[in-house]
């Protein structure tokens, strides 16, 4: 697998780092829990298909990034970076 | 059987070589088979299964029979495929699955019991009584199959991995690989083209034929000569590329040096390669597929184009006398090309009733050969059925066999694409787009004259270069042999005796109609049933027949019984590759300390904290570690020591809002700190579980460094770059490394500050220095960093200078220690100490603990918002219910404790579901004797001063134990704050 | 003490192996939309800029060398104070081992380690990637056509010694190696 850092260019995947579902971006601004939280922290829709995903280039630029792939066919069809594609 | 003076390797030098213990001469380069052919050697492996005597089958990797064990060493190498290992002076190959050799192997017995080991066998016998199956039948069984075995020792050869990249990866140099990268070379494109074979031409190598006017071999030089020239060409061989993944990523298998008398020190014996390619050409041929007919594996039956390889490369017939026995136009060649060669082509048998005749070879139409016959070495005689039915008897030493070809489809299923079945040539070919990028091309895509691959190379280079934006030269495909491929599909012949399909795992066509007769019609069914296509070779010769085989049985057509599928690696790879360069040093880097040589030159034993080394204690004398442990922490206790603590995280967070972040990533709060002082900070995850802690101390409005554990260092740096980069990507805070920028030491005990007043320049003033404070020093007028914490309970600082200072400073900081009645202290003391005070580390926040169960949870801060602070709140996170950081001291003075006890009430029993907690953390105890620990327990700070049982089932141990505090030692803090 | 005393320099094949002083090395990390005024301040004090991501900025006396994601390192001189008004400032002199490699070999030995094509083809002089050597992050430039400066963390001296050495036989074995030809 290779990702396409928007700063380092094509990588190997062995330089990035899987955190999750890029839902993480969208932290809710309460500070109670609430169902939204719960949609924040667990509930997860594992699509066959396309998914929103938060990588770091941790062996490499250190930037966060949103990768959207496909689940089924392992295509990435955009990388960007995390920074300024949140709701907070 | 040599034929002296033919084969491309005529010139080749004489060498030595041994097989199974006695001496034959070969020519060097040759594939062990070739060789052992032409010392009229036939049996050269002997089945999974049955152990029935095999000879070889192919001349090429897919080779199912003659498998053999390599060397006799350490590094000796099983299931090396005879038609791969190229001979050398003094090669020493076995023959294995057998004993006491695969001439005469008592383990044949299995053969005659073969009515009762038919498929599924092993699921009907030894399924009852259910307990014998792990002492009895599976190593029973286990025992009496497999190939060949390991040595069992250290392997001493050198392997390899690698990384290249391409603009277009060309995978097989037969004539449409080599088209392709001489149009792809000469476009400019970087182009890596890889062949299994020891030198490219692929099928060119093995056939008499023309291209461009010249014999195909002169072709290929010409081709060859011209990428040699080409500096963005690189031509690997003897690599077979083995996988295709993701994003135009291949794994490829370089043999290196197995080909090699005697390797250059330090060469590889094997290299294994990820390439990344931005498009590739998949010309990697076919498999010519056998036909299944009684009798078919006996030594001495082989594919017809083996045939040809042999005969041409390298200068051998199989025997003195051959039958051709075929379904497509392959059959006249092969008994055209024996003929030429002057070997006796007794007989010529071609399924097709409209077969072409073979001037001088003795014709049978629309005729199959049913049997053979022979002895234990081999084949002596076949028997055919003419079309009239009429059965005829012809001895000959030799049958050539072609049932067809099989496109080589299985890069393009390494994705989960599906091979399409194709009427008109009766085989399966890569499904469109089954891997992106990749663009099969000839044989591999059922095209399978010269021509055609030829003009299938060029296309498949042009549609690539045009997709890298590249133009491709203005060339034209050479002349060579364009005949269309006429073949009337032959998979069984029927017949009594056994006809084998799958010759490595021993499956039979009765075998195939069996699982279909017991219901097991799917062919993912069938293959588990019978086993089928598991073996080595993966059912590369196999799967298409026994798929025809099954369609018959169950009266469907094949598309409609299922598709043909492989997994990487299209060849075994030794994990010995695969893991290459992780043995000894390189399985993981060493983080060492700028103190680690002094340590070592003491004699400290180094314990592993993630990749760091540490020291675990200096011991003095015959010390042992808790000895050594008791004194050191004695010694913090009443003077003074040093200890090593450059492996904590230290992160330096500058901006106009760093005191805002870190507000944000702890739970407690920062903005109020004052520059010049220290605050001990937690760290939640988001879901509400502790992450880490440490120290921060502030040296000016906008300039923070944060410590963190040494275990959370690197977790912490990219926690904090997710916050600032992923939800505050407003805020202006910039964190950075500087762990490796400075040598961090511990000066603890009451005569830290004595000590430290020599040391730094202009002394140490204790009232400018208070506990939690820091700020910037000079020590013989170089800059660095002190900080008044204490991990310990004593009266501490941390004194820091940039690294290149430490080991210097290490010292310097010993030696004076030592003037104090003091000295180095390890991990075990910095241990003791901080379990006695009750301090946690990452034994403690294990991931599974919150703030509420290490007692911390008024430090959550209610006034602003944190990182966790929502979950923090949720049920079940805190109450009676949790298990609460407690200290634990034995009732019995002096009884020793274990980690990872389970806490039992007194009373009750000692099972799973009566635990109320564990123990995290014991140490020897300077200060209350004996030992402490540290534990969690249900709702336990309600429960100080209970007696509980510890109860270590894994070392077998147990003991009553008192809940206290974790506190245990100066609670007030009176002596840290000195 | 240097983080390669004692261990470097090494030769192998066509390959040296050097431990270099780099002099001062300064963490740059310009301020929310800093970065063309930090490109302005290097100009001025030190006739260097703030480079593109991926790229170093190299002269005699020193450079500055992109490291991250709003990263870059100054390496050589000591820095003029001007920059602070731009950028946070670290001082990592210390925090990293320095070693060129050299040799038209040099990216052959680091395909054994390095997952990026570092051939002057894809990697021209002035290029530079964060990314792993062997298990060990690092920074690797091209600040000559067959020199290849290497950073890894100062603590990992000892492992980058071993992992390259062993690359640089490997390679240095191969160098008997024909690839093709007829069977010898």
């Given amino acids: ?88 | 059987m040599r034929l002296p003076g033919r084969g491309r390797n005529a010139g080749a030098e004489e060498v030595r070589f041994r097989f199974d213990g006695r001496d034959y001469r070969g020519r060097a380069g040759e594939p062990l088979a070739a060789a052992l052919l032409a010392n009229g050697v036939r049996v050269m492996g002997r089945s999974f299964k049955y152990h029935r005597p095999r000879g070889v089958m192919t001349a090429g990797s897919e080779e199912p029979n003659a498998l053999v064990t390599v060397g006799r060493g350490a590094d000796r190498e099983p299931n090396v495929r005879a038609t791969v290992q190229e001979v050398f002076e003094g090669l020493e190959a076995y023959g294995q699955n057998a004993w006491p050799s695969v001439h005469f192997d008592l383990m044949a017995v299995n053969d005659l019991f073969a009515p009762f080991l038919g498929a599924g066998f092993y699921y009907k016998t030894f399924m009852w009584p259910r307990a014998f199956w792990e002492k009895l039948y599976e190593p029973g069984i286990r025992r009496a199959a497999g190939l060949g075995v390991l040595s069992g020792e250290h392997n001493p050869d050198p392997y390899e991995k690698a990384f290249a990249f391409c603009d277009l990866l060309v995978i097989g140099a037969g004539p449409a690989g080599l088209m392709a990268a001489l149009a792809a070379g000469r476009a400019g494109a970087e182009v890596i083209l890889a062949d299994e074979g020891p030198e490219p031409g692929g099928r060119l190598l093995s056939e008499d034929e023309r291209v461009e006017g010249q014999p195909a071999q002169a072709w290929v030089a010409v081709v060859l000569a011209e990428l040699a020239e080409m500096p963005n060409v690189r031509v690997m061989t003897r690599t077979t590329v083995t996988g295709a993944y993701d994003q135009g990523t291949y794994g490829a298998l370089e043999r290196v040096s197995a080909h090699m008398a005697r390797p250059a020190p330090g060469l590889p014996r094997e290299c294994f390669w990820r390439i990344a390619a931005k498009r590739a050409v998949l010309a990697a041929g076919a498999l010519e597929r056998p036909v299944a007919f009684a009798g078919n594996d006996r030594p001495g039956v082989m594919l017809a184009s083996a045939m040809r390889s042999y005969l041409h490369r390298w200068g051998v017939a199989p025997g003195r006398s051959v039958v051709v026995f075929g379904n497509n136009d392959d059959a006249q060649r092969t008994a055209r090309d024996l003929a030429a060669a002057g070997v006796h082509v007794a007989a010529m048998v071609d399924a097709r009733t409209d077969a072409p005749e073979v001037a001088g070879v003795r014709m049978f139409r629309g005729a199959v050969v049913t049997g053979t016959a022979g002895g234990r070495h081999g084949l002596e005689a076949v028997t055919i059925r003419c079309e009239d039915g009429r059965v005829e008897r012809i001895a000959v030493e030799s049958l050539a066999v072609s049932g067809g070809w099989n496109p080589a489809v299985h890069l393009t299923c390494h994705m989960n694409g599906r091979p399409v079945w194709r009427e008109e040539i009766a085989a399966f070919v890569p499904a469109d787009g089954a891997v992106p990028g990749l663009a099969p091309a000839g044989a591999c895509a059922g095209e399978f004259s010269t021509r055609g691959c030829l003009e299938a190379g060029l296309r498949a280079a042009g549609a690539a270069l045009a997709d890298l934006g590249m133009q491709a030269p203005a060339m034209e495909a050479p002349e060579a042999d364009a005949a269309r491929y006429r073949l009337r599909p032959l998979w069984a012949v029927e017949g009594r005796g056994r006809a084998w399909l799958d010759f490595q795992n021993d499956v039979t066509v009765k075998d195939v109609k069996l699982a279909a007769q017991e219901n097991y019609a799917s062919v993912e069914h069938m293959k588990r049933y019978t086993t089928q296509g598991m073996a080595p070779d993966q059912g590369k010769n196999s799967n298409v027949a026994a798929l025809a085989v099954l369609a018959e049985a169950t009266g469907r057509g094949i598309p409609e019984t299922g598709t043909t599928t492989f997994r990487p690696p299209y060849v075994p790879v030794s994990i010995a590759a695969m893991g290459a360069g992780a043995q000894g040093k390189g399985f993981a880097p060493e983080r060492l300390t700028t103190s680690h040589a002094a340590s070592r030159a003491r004699g400290a034993p180094m314990i592993e904290a993630g990749l760091w080394y540490r020291p675990s204690y200096f011991p003095q004398g015959d010390e042992d570690w808790e000895a050594a442990c008791r004194r050191e922490a004695r010694m913090v206790r009443e003077a003074v020591g040093v200890a090593d603590v450059s492996t904590l995280g230290k992160i330096d967070v500058q901006g106009a809002d760093a005191a805002r972040f870190l507000d944000f990533v702890y739970t407690n709060t920062f903005s109020t700190l004052k520059p010049g002082r220290v605050r001990y900070g937690l760290m939640l995850r988001e879901d509400g579980h502790v992450m880490d802690d440490g120290t921060t101390a502030r040296f000016g409005e906008t300039h923070f460094v944060m410590t963190t554990t040494t275990a959370a260092a690197g977790e912490v740096m990219a926690h904090l770059e997710w916050v600032r980069q992923g939800l505050r990507p407003d805020w202006d805070v910039r964190p950075i490394s500087v762990t490796e920028q400075w040598a961090q030491f511990a000066v603890a005990g009451p005569r830290s500050a004595e000590l430290l007043d020599g040391l730094i320049d202009g002394g140490l003033d204790k009232d400018a220095w208070p506990f939690m404070s820091c700020g910037k020093v000079t020590v013989q007028g170089i800059g660095g960093r002190l900080f008044r914490i204490s991990f310990s309970g004593e009266e501490g600082y941390e004194i820091a200078l940039p690294a290149r200072y430490g080991a210097a400073l290490f010292d310097e900081l010993l030696t004076r220690a030592e003037a104090l009645g003091g000295g180095p202290y390890g991990m075990e003391a910095l241990n003791a100490l901080r379990v006695e005070k009750g301090f946690i580390t990452h034994a403690e926040i294990h991931g599974r603990t919150t703030a509420f169960d290490i007692g911390m949870a008024r430090m959550v801060s209610a006034k602003k918002d944190c990182i966790g602070k929502a979950a923090a709140t949720r049920e079940g996170l805190s109450g009676e219910d949790r298990e609460q950081l407690v200290g634990l001291r034995p009732v019995e003075e002096g009884a020793r404790m274990t980690a990872g006890a389970h806490v039992f009430a007194e009373g009750a029993a000692h099972v799973r579901e009566n635990s109320e907690g564990y123990v995290t953390s014991v140490a020897p105890s300077v200060a209350l004797g004996g030992w402490l620990g540290l534990g969690f327990l249900r709702n336990g700070r309600a429960r100080h001063g209970e007696v509980v049982v510890l109860v270590d089932h894994l070392r077998g141990r147990r003991l009553r134990a008192t809940v206290q505090d974790p506190v245990q030692y100066d609670p007030e803090g009176v002596r840290l704050r000195g | 003490m240097s983080p390669c005393a004692g261990l470097l320099p090494l030769r192998s094949g066509t390959v040296r192996l050097a431990e270099v002083d780099p002099g001062r090395i300064t963490s740059l990390m310009p301020g929310p939309g800093q970065a063309a005024a930090l490109d302005r301040a290097l100009s001025e004090t030190h006739g260097l800029g703030w480079p593109a991501p991926g790229q170093a900025i190299l002269s005699q006396r020193g450079g500055v060398v992109w490291t991250g994601l709003d990263q870059a390192m100054l390496m050589g001189p000591a820095p003029d104070p001007a920059l602070a008004r731009h950028a946070a400032l670290t001082d990592q002199s210390d925090a990293w081992a320095v070693a060129d490699l050299s040799g038209g070999d040099g990216p052959e030995v680091l395909a054994r380690l390095v997952p990026v094509d570092l051939r002057p083809q894809a990697f021209a002089e002035g290029a530079t990637a964060r990314t792993l050597l062997g298990h060990m992050t690092a920074s690797i430039t091209r600040t000559g056509p067959e020199t290849l400066r290497i950073m890894v963390f100062r603590s990992m001296a000892r492992t980058l010694v071993h992992d390259l050495h062993a690359a640089m036989d490997a390679v240095a074995a191969r160098r008997g190696l024909d690839a093709g030809g007829p069977p010898r």
């Fill in chain 1, 1 to 88: 697998m290779r990702l396409r850092c928007p700063l380092c260019g094509e990588r190997d995947r062995r330089e990035f780092t899987y955190k999750g579902a890029a839902v993480a971006l969208d932290r809710p601004a309460t500070e109670a829990w609430s169902a939204d939280w719960d949609d924040y922290l667990h509930n997860r829709a594992n699509p066959a298909g396309e998914t929103r995903d938060l990588w770091q280039h941790a062996a490499g630029c250190g930037a966060w990034l949103v990768v959207t792939r496909d689940t089924v066919t392992h295509s990435i069809a955009d990388v960007r970076l995390a920074r300024g594609e949140g709701t907070a």
